[in-house]
């Protein structure tokens, strides 16, 4: 079924629910828990610091392993494909967000140019929450008007991309073997994107094939977008008390 026709039924489910939606979003804002953060393990960050010169497959498995766990990668990824039916389609939004991170990943580490870590990840977290309104059809329904969903999310794929660069930078690498390192890094990061990517498709599947599709969709989007304010509450938080 088009997507369009998800958006408009989904968007029918929402005048009597906005409060109570934003409500719930509210709730998790002001109770985000340290657990929305998403850092670099201690432990590898003492093993990078340790190092020097290239290492191709220790840094491929850190960037897959922060793709993998990264959650706010994630549920950004799962908003994009949720109603994503054809693989080509598929494809070309996730090239896009592929494309996207890794140039800002790549550029920021390369001429040391970072982001505050709490900004960018109440960025990230928004972006979450955007996609999530964009499967709920609500632009159309509150503005009237339809965002180009392949170039929000070039645009948020270089957002995301400044917040791997942050948790690269965080890494402290040594200048010796960077290059190699970082691309390493990258090559990673898009086979953790893949993995994921494979196993969210594989759930997505059968879902989709049951009658109540539809009306849970509702739920996850609301929950998935309730995610994306707890971390930006959390980091909020973070950015004030720090």
Known sequence: ????????????????????????????????????????????????QEISGPHIVPFVYLGAKHMVTGYDHILFLLGVIFFLYGMKEIGLYVTLFAVGHSS???????FDFGLNSYIIDVIIGFSVVYKALDNLGAFQRWFGVQPDTRIATLIFGLLHGFGLASKILDYDIAPEGLWVNLLSFNVGVEIGQLLALAAILAVMTRWRRRPAFVRQAYAVNVLMMTAGFALMGYQIAGYVLA
């Open 1 to 48: 079924m088009p997507a369009k026709t998800h958006h408009s039924k989904i968007s029918l489910m929402m005048g009597g629910r906005v409060w109570a939606l934003v409500s719930l979003a509210l709730v998790f804002f002001l109770l985000a828990h340290p657990a929305f953060a998403h850092a670099v393990a201690q432990g590898d960050k003492g093993y990078i």
């Open 104 to 110: 800002t990943m790549l550029l920021g580490v390369w």
